[in-house]
């Protein structure tokens, strides 16, 4: 005899309980827009009040009753791997655009104090948030409905910005900008996250949301794209990596295959190798590449090739520049790399350098000052910026911070 499926109906207690998380959920967004919070002190209710309230949600949500998500036990493995992946892809996709529209130092701290101060106000605001999400798409649903999911979307995307932000949308101009640089991404990672806690749990949404909210918060350098570039990267990612996944995992679901750990850990490296690189390339560490793309320290440097340039990190570099060392610095914008031919030090102007280009008639028209130096020539390999020198062939380009 075929044995018949249970249908899921959700229950009085589960509707009175996503009822009762909802409240404490607008509880504390009103508490946090509210004088209170002013009354209270700044620092002290953000790095302490607010995420010792999520905290407790997130308790309190795992001592009631347990609702498993969609997913099968032995399916966990493969949508953890994918929810990495998604992650991971969107940070570098974000540096990719930023290394062509620009790139910007992060306004957070990066000191220990700063890091476990910003640790303190993200993680119990991520995973309070992610129970919640959690929590009201298995009581509600056990199927994909996306009515739920929007619904769950709009109240987590709502919830993230501040009342005054809505209140300060005083045009149609303004309200756009905002819509499409900020609420509309807001709204394509929640959906994307409410998504993979259907299918998996708080945890999943963690692992997909926890890498992108720490590599903005922890990564000393940001891209500076325009709005538009924004918004588009912001809304398109999540939405290709919601229909990507459903289809992946409709397939995986079918044929009850799973990852190896070996594609776990090669992705890993692969990511970690990918930063670095991209780290490197826009100048965290001590050395940094720059392009060259005119012809005025030819024959030795040639345009197209590319610089490795020493960071100039304070005055005892400065001191410990000689004439002949080739430098790298800034004149208007411009970063240019000519060699030191006199070294002036006077009363009025302190410590300035005479440079010229290799290939240059007559030396440079104006001293360089201290202050203006970025670092010294130390190795150059040969052709390999043309690409960047078809996008950006206008000045010498450096893509450090």
């Known amino acids: 005899m075929e044995q018949r499926k249970t249908k899921f109906i959700p229950t009085?207690?589960?509707?009175?309980?996503?009822?009762?998380?909802?409240?404490?959920?607008?509880?504390?967004?009103?508490?946090?827009?509210?004088?209170?919070?002013?009354?209270?002190?700044?620092?002290?209710?953000?790095?302490?009040?607010?995420?010792?309230?999520?905290?407790?949600?997130?308790?309190?949500?795992?001592?009631?009753?347990?609702?498993?998500?969609?997913?099968?036990?032995?399916?966990?493995?493969?949508?953890?791997?994918?929810?990495?992946?998604?992650?991971?892809?969107?940070?570098?996709?974000?540096?990719?655009?930023?290394?062509?529209?620009?790139?910007?130092?992060?306004?957070?701290?990066?000191?220990?104090?700063?890091?476990?101060?910003?640790?303190?106000?993200?993680?119990?605001?991520?995973?309070?948030?992610?129970?919640?999400?959690?929590?009201?798409?298995?009581?509600?649903?056990?199927?994909?409905?996306?009515?739920?999911?929007?619904?769950?979307?709009?109240?987590?995307?709502?919830?993230?910005?501040?009342?005054?932000?809505?209140?300060?949308?005083?045009?149609?101009?303004?309200?756009?900008?905002?819509?499409?640089?900020?609420?509309?991404?807001?709204?394509?990672?929640n959906l994307f996250a409410t998504y993979l806690v259907y299918l998996g749990g708080p945890s999943v949404s963690i692992i997909y949301l926890g890498i992108i909210q720490g590599f903005h918060w922890l990564s000393p350098i940001l891209p500076n794209l325009k709005w538009i570039n924004t918004a588009l990267i912001g809304i398109l990612c999540p939405i290709f990596f919601l229909m990507t996944f459903?289809?992946?995992?409709?397939?995986?679901?079918?044929?009850?295959?799973?990852?190896?750990?070996?594609?776990?850990?090669?992705?890993?490296?692969?990511?970690?190798?990918?930063?670095?690189?991209?780290?490197?390339?826009?100048?965290?560490?001590?050395?940094?590449?720059?392009?060259?793309v005119t012809g005025s320290m030819e024959p030795e440097i040639k345009p197209g090739d590319v610089i490795l340039v020493e960071k100039i990190t304070g005055i005892e570099d400065i001191n410990n520049l000689k004439v002949n060392d080739v430098i790298q610095f800034q004149r208007d914008g411009i970063f240019i790399s000519h060699r030191i031919i006199d070294i002036l030090n006077t009363e009025e102007n302190g410590l300035q350098f005479k440079t010229k280009g290799d290939n240059n008639q007559s030396p440079d028209t104006e001293p360089v000052k201290s202050q203006d130096i970025r670092g010294t020539i130390k190795y150059k390999v040969s052709k390999i910026g043309w690409l960047t020198m078809l996008i950006k062939s206008d000045k010498e380009i450096s893509i450090d911070l």
């Open 12 to 189: 009085r207690a589960s509707y009175k309980n996503c009822i009762l998380v909802i409240m404490l959920t607008m509880s504390i967004y009103i508490l946090e827009n509210s004088p209170a919070a002013s009354l209270i002190g700044g620092t002290l209710f953000t790095y302490v009040i607010k995420p010792l309230l999520w905290f407790g949600v997130a308790v309190f949500i795992w001592q009631m009753p347990h609702i498993k998500p969609t997913a099968k036990l032995r399916h966990k493995k493969f949508i953890y791997l994918w929810a990495f992946i998604f992650g991971v892809a969107y940070v570098l996709i974000n540096l990719l655009a930023g290394l062509l529209g620009g790139i910007g130092k992060s306004p957070y701290s990066h000191s220990l104090l700063g890091i476990i101060k910003n640790l303190i106000y993200v993680v119990p605001l991520l995973t309070g948030g992610e129970f919640v999400r959690s929590y009201l798409v298995n009581s509600i649903t056990k199927k994909e409905n996306y009515f739920v999911f929007i619904m769950i979307a709009l109240l987590m995307t709502f919830t993230s910005f501040s009342i005054n932000k809505y209140l300060g949308l005083s045009n149609i101009e303004g309200t756009v900008q905002f819509a499409a640089e900020y609420f509309a991404p807001e709204f394509s990672h």
């Open 246 to 292: 459903n289809s992946v995992y409709s397939g995986i679901a079918l044929k009850k295959k799973q990852k190896e750990d070996d594609d776990i850990l090669s992705w890993i490296v692969t990511s970690i190798v990918s930063i670095a690189m991209i780290w490197f390339a826009v100048g965290v560490f001590p050395i940094y590449p720059s392009v060259i």
